[in-house]
């Protein structure tokens, strides 16, 4: 071996020697490939087997050892060579040892290094195979190894000098922060929360190996699940090397700090980073600043730190860091500040290159996701908020815990002992005192840079206190000095709190020293604010006493109360008012932006020195792109720039309300991917909640005036309204989860508002909260709400909650606490006995639960003795705890003396059979339980009555007690069954799940007799045999007490025992059940049943179903029939009967007078059910039911039933549905019809397979005159209902066929020969247009009475004007309706007998001009036709012109509609204008909203008016003309020449319209020359002052006018004067929602005072004076020509009811004896204006209609107003809404209603009425034969069956309203029934009822025979929204919209 080399250099063999250990393991984990090239470098003439060397992961030390045994004895120059080479080719050799190896290897040439062995070298495994290796040329680098090595040696060097230079930054930035620390940081002493990481996807583990780490092992990963595992933050650290880690944390937690302490760690070879590693340290808020793109080598030297030499070292610091990325640690801190955004790639994507240039966002991206330096340890701090960025990429997430009590007190005590003064640490402990008793300063002190703040203010309130001390006892001698020696502490305060630095937050993360003072302590201590807004109030002045320039302290606060102490004066505010309102200004746009960092020149400077001053601000040092230095600033904590920016909003109106609005959430314990980010502040709300507060106003007043803005006293007051009305929306909330409802009390606490604290529990009987981490103040928060509860008490229940023990020492601040409730194995036995310490301090407590915990019998007995000083208790659960039998006992011992006990919850609870056995032997000492209840060891519950309850014969009776699942054997059912006989009376005995064997079985029957039990035994899954079966069948005839025995052998096994008291019929008939199903009884068993049953001559039901008796057992089973006299059903199901079992049943079914209805499916293979009525065999009348369901019915069955039922004597019903009858069967059926007399209806639902079945079918009209209804449907209700006599009329119904012409011609050639049709219906049968014309040409032959259907029949525009001629073809057809849109409507109606008034409507059938042109001729032909109805046609102007034109004289008195969406605007104008030009036919015209009116008539005064036929403008006779809510004022001028050509017109309306001044003047130049014109509306929709007074004048002039309409106008009183003048002329005034000053309403009213021709009066919603009433009522007086008046709301708000302006206007109608109309709604004139009312009516004998809707009368006087209305006889229309009439009204009117014969409309909505009052109603309306409209919504009650049902008498009846009554299914079951008997019904509303899809089917079903009916409204109903589309989809008049 070489000795060479200077004395100062290693020797290189002693050295590998040395290394030898940790290069075998380095060695050992390298690649297969490396070990053989290394291996190579072993000569071949070695005394070394190299041979033996094999490469499997299990040899590899083993080859790596033997060269290293090589190596170590060879020369120096080898050793050299091969410690060069396994430096260039291992990866993973830490620096330190790589360092070692290579410098002790040497600078070696090219010459130096000897040449390896080219040649492969064979190595030889176990097994004898080769593997043939390459050379070492060919290894991983193509340099050879000297020039790998003389590339290596530089990087290395650069690399170790990098890491020095980052060693002494960190080591300098942390000299920097450590200046200011009260005290050290301990890492020993920071915990961290483990959650669990959220990776989102799997990636590879990237972690290096303990050889990586030089001997480092990694910890596991591992799913921490909860903030409850907490370690310290060292421990959380360990085993992070190569992957993500993120520590969060609130703002303030000291998460800078920490990671800078991290970097000073590393600087010393301490931490989880080993030094040779490099440590990056970035910051958030610096890469803020970097808008462009940058490579990874740009944002380590540029941002991070240059390297101090040229590009080259720069290059070779980069390659290393590529080549080992495993040797660096990237601190990310403050991502929560980051502008940018993370992305999450959620598949493994390529590498990046590091030499692009990419957005920081992306870099950063790539080095979470793997893409940039894989292998990297990289650790990230944020807020909470912002984790949800992280998911997908992190390993391990921590949370840094906050600080305990402990933590606090010794902080307090560093803060005020620093500086050394004894005075000083005299006021540490007073103000440890009271930060630990002031819950927002503990909770505020939790967090570091919060404790500081605390500190400070406690300081500064301590100081105060003790000057006001001072000068009490000293006078003013005295406060020059003191104020000097205040100053002079607060300059160094000043100094020791203006902190330099990075830091993010100022004092978030870095801890500062506190004031010093000689001050002595204060006489009394000072008050501590009580909200947390408060608090923050006394930190700013705390802040702002820092200004040594006005004075320092001269800047206090009042110490008496608050506001006076937490609040600043009006002189401090007004002293500091610009410089807070700048403040708040900037506060608020740091948040706005999502930004805590303010550069120099955002600041104004003299702003910026005050703040500094006070220690407001602190400094952060930036760097631009450049690495130009930037002077930034933040607050000293985000806190502090929240409660600012609070203030802002409070007193300025920068934030909109709207804005407000929106911002104000709660966000803060929770954060979801949908909502992530979106709020950057934590406390803001809670601030603008505290400033909500009265008593904060003043306060903001003067902040809001001194800073120079414009809110005032109001303004703020108004902000203050807005905040609490947007807590009270919260508060109304139902949807706020356990987090929000929290963050509510919180926010409602800081408004201290105890009304919106009851508006919270108001909607919240229980506030649940679920895996929160709850703190004391949160309980203090909740306490605030629960105590405005008052006696109605509330629930807690925390569920998985993270609860400290001292939140239990806040809980009882909870005064009204109903319900309390923790469920988590967190609570155990240490919180019950906590728990059971305050629970005697619950006075509400009725509920307890303690579920799912880790309870024992230890604190079960602690619970037990608490809860015996709880006697109000009701319910105890503490199921899923460990109490074992012990802790059932100590919780049973406690049920006697808990008199209100309801239940208690026992179950999982690891107990034995002993528990039970407790809990009955506790049944006869404690008489108030009520049921005891177990399932296995599984479930234990005990039920108690009140023992108030106990002496009552019914809750004695009610015992039960449930014993399921007990496993007994005999001997245990013998002691249970004697301790079972000693119980009280039981009423049900549940012993389910025992499967007892024969014996055990025995033993309970032989014990049964001995049981007390009065309703039954319940024992499923007991008795398996059919031996088991005919013992207990014995019990029926053996025990009296027995009445029903139900036995089930096949599973699930059941056996239930029925006495007296557990059946359903009544207890006087005595009757008894047996129930033998699913036995497996054969035929042989029945006679064993029987024998075992004896002579038990009261059993009236057999149950045999499931057996396997067939149609030898039913024989057998009839052949006893005799025998058994009072048998009522016989059930022999599933038996197997065949086809002559059916046959022999129908032979039954005749000969037995008793045997009623037999039941049969599948050909007696499944149902077979008889049931029997007592025996009348004189009484033909009674029906008897054949039912065979889904069988396949052949035609000679069908014949053989068939004949077998013609001998029934009684009336028949044969029902063969879902049997599929084929066509043979069919005509056979027929062929029987005839002689069965007795048949009464035919049912082949869903058993009609062909057309040509339905058409034989049909044909039973003519073959059978007893036939009164065919109604056919394929696979769908069909019937076939038969008369007992020769029918007249029948009904037709053929629907959902296909029927082709051959169908179409038998089907008509049928109908033809049978009898008169009232209606036929042939929709769905896709006739098309040639079927359908069939029809039409067919109608003249067929006989019907009422109308044809023909909906859904694929009909096209050829096929409707077929259908429209029938109106010419045949004379008996009335109505044709056709709609080819979505309806697909297609109706002929007939009249009574020829020349009624016919009508034809066409609807949505995209109409063409060609169609129109058709549809002329055919009407033009039908002289008969009185209303023609076009509506969205899509037609065109053009076509409705020429329609028009071609409309002749014949059409006399018709009325045509045309309803377009176009016909508005000028385009209305246009077609009315063209109408009257090419048709001298019309006599009016209107145009309504989009439809156009026309009225025809052969004008008689055509040739009076113009007889000069070659006039180019004629003039016309029209009458009437209308432009009604379609035009604008402007719109009109259009029609002038063509209304001039009017001489004859009389009536104008241009109403609902916006005329304008241009309007006014258009009519002003019209009026003049229209000298006929009689009637003038112009209504208007918008008031307009101007229009009336611009048309005053016209109006006055024309004279002729006799009806004016002018509501909703402003008439000013120029315009008033002159109205009156042409008032007196008028015979009709309609002045209803006018506007008028007082003096024009009274001009005006006066003035109608002599209108001695009034007939109309319309002042509905006019503003009426006192004065005015009074004129008013003299104008009635004076007016006996009055037959209409309407003054409906005319009473103010304001007015009370009954005011004798009422009553005078009542009194004034006495002289109206011609009145036909009134209607006086709103009024609210209640019994005293009732009672005039009922003098009036005898006058009132013409009277049609009268309105008395909400007018607050009683039922009494409703009673009255009845009565006197018999004198109305003549009264069409009653509307009686909104009153508070009831049952009195309603049996009135069941004796007053009928004598009005003409009442058509009756509304009694909105009444309360019982079911008493229904009935009446129902009385009532059985004699309005005239009724056609009738509303009841919301009357009260949902017993309406018997209203509905007399709706039948009402043939007239269009519309019904029933809605707002929560009628159940049984209403619309009776209203289904009537509606076919309503055949003019249109609409039924039902909506906001409780209707399921069982009445809704029914009236689907009714539907199909009311084609009149358009509309039936299902709005909340009970029906889900998945049925109610399918409905619609059925029958789209079906709405379940609320529109």
């Known amino acids: 071996m070489d000795e060479e080399g200077g004395p100062d250099e290693e020797n290189v063999n002693s050295v590998l020697a040395q290394e030898s250990s940790e290069i075998l393991q380095i060695l050992s984990s390298q690649s297969p490939t490396v070990i053989m090239e290394l291996c190579q470098m072993i000569p071949s003439d070695a005394q070394y087997n190299i041979n033996q060397l094999v490469l499997s992961s299990s040899s590899a030390a083993a080859a790596a050892a033997t060269m290293l045994e090589y190596f170590k004895t060879a020369n120096a120059a080898d050793c050299r060579t091969f410690l060069e080479s396994m430096c260039m080719l291992c990866e993973n050799i830490p620096m330190h040892l790589e360092s070692r190896l290579i410098s002790v290897a040497g600078c070696t040439t090219i010459d130096d290094i000897q040449s390896p062995a080219t040649e492969p070298v064979s190595l030889r495994n176990t097994d004898g195979c080769e593997i043939s290796t390459c050379s070492v040329t060919e290894g991983k680098s193509s340099l050879p190894h000297a020039e790998q090595h003389l590339t290596k040696r530089p990087r290395i060097d650069h690399w170790e000098h990098y890491i020095a230079a980052v060693m002494n930054l960190l080591l300098r930035r942390w000299e920097r922060l450590r200046e200011h620390l009260v005290q050290d940081v301990q890492l020993e002493n920071v915990w961290v929360g483990l959650k669990a990481a959220n990776r989102g996807r799997d990636r590879p583990d990237q972690t290096p190996g303990s050889s990586d780490r030089g001997g480092r092992t990694p910890e596991p990963d591992g799913d921490y699940g909860s903030m409850e595992s907490r370690v310290t933050l060292e421990t959380f650290l360990q085993g992070s090397a190569g992957k993500v880690t993120v520590l969060i944390g609130q703002a303030g937690s000291g998460k800078t700090l920490l990671m800078s302490h991290l970097g000073e760690q590393w600087a010393h070879g301490l931490g989880f980073i080993p030094s040779s590693y490099l440590f990056v340290l970035l910051e958030f808020r610096q890469l803020n600043l970097l808008s462009h793109p940058l490579t990874l080598s740009e944002l380590l030297f540029r941002v991070y730190l240059p390297p101090n030499g040229h590009h080259d070292e720069m290059r070779a610091i980069l390659d290393y860091l590529i080549s080992n990325p495993e040797q660096s640690c990237w601190v990310l801190d403050g991502y929560d500040e980051f502008h940018g955004k993370v992305t999450r790639q959620e598949v493994q994507r390529e590498q990046l290159n590091p030499e692009t240039p990419l957005p920081v966002a992306d870099l950063i991206s790539g080095l979470l996701n793997r893409q940039l330096l894989p292998g990297c340890t990289v650790v990230v701090t944020c807020r909470v908020r912002d984790v949800i960025d992280l998911e997908g990429v992190s390993d391990k997430v921590g949370q840094l815990l906050g600080w305990d009590r402990h933590q606090i007190k010794e902080y307090v005590d560093n803060f005020f002992g620093v500086k050394g003064h004894s005075t000083s640490r005299t006021l540490g402990v007073q103000a440890a005192d009271l930060l630990l008793s002031n819950r927002h300063l503990l909770t505020m002190s939790s967090l570091p840079a919060l404790c500081n703040i605390c500190c400070i203010c406690l300081e500064h309130l301590l100081l105060e206190c003790k000057e006001e001390g001072t000068r009490a006892r000293s006078g003013d001698r005295r406060e020059e000095k003191g104020s000097k020696e205040r100053k002079e502490v607060m300059e160094k305060e000043v100094k020791r709190v203006q902190i330099q630095g990075g830091t993010r937050g100022g004092r978030e993360d870095v801890v500062m020293d506190g004031t010093n003072g000689t001050a002595q302590l204060p006489p009394t201590p000072p008050q501590i604010p009580s909200t947390l807004t408060q608090v923050y109030f006394t930190v700013l002045g705390a802040f702002l006493s820092h200004d040594p320039d006005k004075g320092g302290r001269n800047v206090k606060l009042k110490p008496a109360s608050f506001p006076q102490s937490a609040v600043f004066t009006l002189t401090t505010l007004s002293q500091y008012g610009s410089e807070l309102c700048e403040l708040s200004r900037l506060a608020w746009k740091g948040l706005e932006e999502s930004s805590i960092i303010f550069l120099e020149e955002e600041i104004p400077l003299d702003v910026l020195k005050f703040s500094v001053r006070i220690g407001l601000l602190s400094k952060v040092e930036l760097r631009r792109e450049d690495g130009m230095h930037l002077n930034a600033y933040c607050f000293v904590h985000l806190t502090l720039q929240e409660f600012l920016a609070a203030l802002r909003i409070m007193t300025s109106n920068d934030v909109s309300d709207t804005e407000l609005k929106k911002r104000f959430s709660l966000k803060k314990r929770w954060m979801t991917r949908s909502d992530q980010r979106t709020v950057f502040t934590d406390s803001l709300y809670l601030y603008v909640c505290g400033l909500a507060s009265p008593r904060c106003t003043q306060a903001l007043v003067q902040l809001a005036r001194s800073s120079g803005g414009t809110g005032g006293q109001s303004w703020v007051q108004e902000r203050q309204t807005l905040i609490v009305q947007l807590l009270k929306k919260l508060c109304h909330s139902n949807t706020l989860t356990g987090p929000k409802i929290l963050e509510l009390c919180h926010c409602v606490q800081e408004s201290q508002d105890h009304q919106l604290a009851k508006l919270v529990v108001g909607t919240r009987t229980n506030l649940e909260l679920r895996n929160i981490q709850l703190l004391p103040n949160d309980i203090d928060a909740l306490a605030f709400i629960a105590n405005s509860v008052g006696d109605n008490g509330i629930g807690l229940d925390f569920g998985s909650c993270s609860m400290e023990l001292e939140c239990l020492d806040v809980l009882p601040r909870c005064q009204y606490i109903r319900h309390l409730s923790f469920r988590s194995r967190r609570y155990g036995d240490k919180f019950a006995e906590k728990l059971s310490s305050i629970l005697p301090e619950f006075p509400t407590l009725r509920k307890l639960e303690f579920c799912g915990a880790s309870l024992t019998a230890v604190g079960a007995a602690s619970l037990a003795s608490a809860l015996q000083n709880c006697p109000d208790i009701t319910e105890i659960n503490l199921v899923d705890n460990n109490l074992k039998d012990e802790g059932i006992n100590h919780i049973a011992d406690i049920f006697t003396k808990l008199p209100r006990l309801l239940s208690v919850m026992l179950g999982r609870n690891n107990t034995s059979l002993e528990a039970v056995d407790i809990l009955i032997g506790k049944m006869s000492s404690c008489l108030n339980i009520q049921h005891i209840h177990a399932d296995g060891m599984k479930e234990l519950r005990v039920t108690f009555s009140q023992s108030s309850d106990m002496n009552s014969h019914e809750s004695k009776s009610e015992r039960t007690i449930s014993l399921l699942n007990q496993k007994w054997s005999k001997a245990e059912m013998k002691r249970f069954a004697k301790s079972l006989a000693c119980c009280p009376t039981l009423s049900v005995l549940d012993l389910s799940g025992g499967q007892w064997d024969v014996e055990t079985l025995k033993t309970l029957t032989q014990f049964l007799p001995k049981f007390s039990v009065t309703k039954k035994i319940i024992a499923n899954n007991s008795c ?288 033809q020969q049978g009898p008169q049709l009232s209606d036929l219906d042939l929709s769905s049968n896709q006739l098309d247009d040639e079927g359908v014309k069939r029809l039409v040409d067919s109608l003249p032959n067929l006989k019907i009475t009422r109308y044809v259907n023909l909906n859904n029949n694929s009909l096209t525009q050829q096929g409707l004007l077929d259908v429209a001629s029938a109106l010419c073809t045949c004379v008996n057809v009335s109505r044709v309706e056709v709609s080819l849109g979505a309806e697909k409507r297609c109706l002929i109606w007939f009249g009574q007998y020829g020349g009624c008034e016919k009508t034809l409507s066409i609807r949505e059938s995209s109409l063409e001009r060609d169609h129109l042109v058709r549809l002329a001729e055919i009407v033009s032909k039908c002289p008969g036709l009185t209303k023609l109805e076009f509506k969205n046609n899509f037609l065109q ?115 609902q319209n916006s005329l304008g001044i241009e309007g006014a003047e258009f009519l002003c130049s019209l009026l003049p020359s229209l000298p006929n014109l009689t009637s003038l509306s112009i209504g208007s929709k918008e008031t307009c002052g101007t229009v009336v007074e611009k048309l005053s004048e016209a109006l006055l002039q024309s004279t002729a006018i006799q009806s004016l309409n002018l509501s909703g106008h402003v008439i000013n009183d120029p315009a008033a004067q002159i109205i009156t003048r042409m008032l007196p002329r008028l015979r009709s005034v309609n002045l209803s929602h006018c506007t008028w000053s007082a003096s024009g309403g009274l001009q005006l009213v006066k003035a109608l005072g002599q209108c001695v021709s009034l007939e109309e009066l319309c002042l509905d919603s006019v503003c009426l004076d006192e004065d005015s009433r009074m004129c008013l009522a003299q104008t009635l007086r004076n007016t006996h020509s009055m037959r209409s008046l309407k003054l409906n709301k005319i009473a103010t708000a304001t007015e009370p009811p009954e005011t004798n302006s009422v009553l005078n206007l009542l009194a004034a109608m006495e002289g109206l004896t011609r009145m036909e109309e009134i209607e006086l709604e709103g009024w609210r004139m209640a019994d005293r204006g009732a009672e005039w009312l009922t003098r009036l009516f005898p006058v009132w004998t013409e009277l049609r209609k009268i309105s008395l809707s909400k007018n607050h009368i009683s039922d009494q006087s409703g009673d009255k107003l009845l009565e006197a209305l018999k004198s109305c006889s003549h009264l069409e229309e009653l509307h009686l809404s909104s009153n508070s009439l009831g049952d009195l009204t309603a049996a009135r009117m069941a004796l007053v209603l009928p004598s009005l014969t003409h009442l058509t409309v009756l509304d009694i909505s909105e009444n309360s009425i019982t079911r008493e009052g229904s009935v009446s109603l129902s009385k009532a309306i059985m004699c309005t034969k005239n009724l056609t409209k009738i509303y009841l919504t919301s009357v009260s009650t949902p017993e309406l069956c018997a209203v509905v049902a007399n709706l039948a008498h009402c043939p007239l009846i269009q519309d019904v309203s029933l809605g707002w009554n929560h009628c159940s299914d049984e209403v619309v079951l009776e209203l289904a029934r009537v509606l076919p008997l309503c055949q003019k019904m249109t609409r039924i509303d039902l909506e906001s009822n409780s209707l399921s899809v069982v009445g809704v089917e029914a009236l689907v079903r009714a539907l199909q025979y009311c084609p009149a009916l358009q509309l039936i409204r299902l709005w909340r109903n009970k029906v889900s929204s998945i049925d109610a589309q399918k409905f619609s989809l059925r029958d789209s008049r079906l709405n379940f919209s609320s529109t």
Request: proline fraction near 3%.
């Open 1024 to 1311: 398996s045999s059919v031996e088991g079966l005919v013992v207990l069948t014995a019990l029926l005839s053996g025990c009296p007490a027995v009445m029903e025995l139900h036995i089930r052998l096949q599973s699930p096994v059941q056996v239930s025992v029925l006495f007296s008291e557990g059946r359903q019929q009544p207890a006087n008939e005595i009757s008894k059940t047996l129930c033998l199903s699913c036995c497996g009884l054969l035929p042989a068993s029945l006679q064993k049943v029987c024998k075992s049953l004896g002579t038990s001559s009261d059993l009236t039901l057999l149950d045999l179903s499931s057996n396997c008796l067939g149609d030898k057992g039913l024989r057998k089973l009839l052949d006893v029939l005799p025998c058994l006299s009072n048998i009522q059903e016989i059930n022999a199901s599933n038996n197997g009967i065949s086809m002559e079992g059916v046959v022999m049943l129908a032979g039954a079914l005749c000969s037995y007078n008793n045997l009623t209805q037999i039941h049969i499916s599948d050909g007696g293979r499944e149902k077979v059910i008889l049931k029997f009525c007592p025996d009348k065999s004189d009484d033909k009348q009674q029906l008897k039911m054949f039912r065979i369901n889904n069988s396949n019915l052949l035609p000679t069955d069908v014949t053989m039933l068939c004949r077998r039922l013609v001998h029934c004597r009684s009336h028949l019903e044969l029902d063969l549905s879902n049997s599929s009858l084929r066509d043979e069967a069919i005509e056979n059926l027929l062929k029987v019809l005839p002689k069965m007399a007795s048949l009464q209806r035919l049912n082949v639902t869903h058993s009609i397979i062909s057309t040509t079945g339905a058409l034989t079918l049909v044909s039973c009209l003519t073959d059978s005159q007893q036939v009164t209804a065919v109604e056919l449907r394929p696979q769908s209700e069909s019937f076939i209902h038969f008369g007992g006599v020769k029918t007249e009329q029948a009904s037709c119904r053929l629907t959902r066929f296909s029927l082709n012409s051959d169908n179409v011609q038998r089907l008509f050639e049928i109908l």
């Open 1437 to 1551: 102007s053009e076509w409705i012109e020429h329609f028009v034109k071609l409309l002749n004289s014949s059409l006399r008195g018709c009325i045509v509609s045309f309803e377009e969406y176009w016909i508005r605007s000028v385009r209305a104008v246009s077609l009315v204008c063209r109408c009257l030009d090419l048709n001298n036919n019309i006599h009016a015209i209107r145009v309504h909203h989009t439809t156009l009116y026309l009225s025809l008539m052969k004008s008689t005064q055509l040739t009076l008016v113009s007889s000069d036929s070659t006039d180019p403008a004629p003039l016309m006779a029209t009458e009437k003309i209308g432009l009604v809510d379609c035009v604008e004022g402007s719109q009109i001028a259009a029609m002038s020449s063509i209304i001039q050509r009017c001489p004859l017109l009389t009536e104008l309306d241009f109403s």
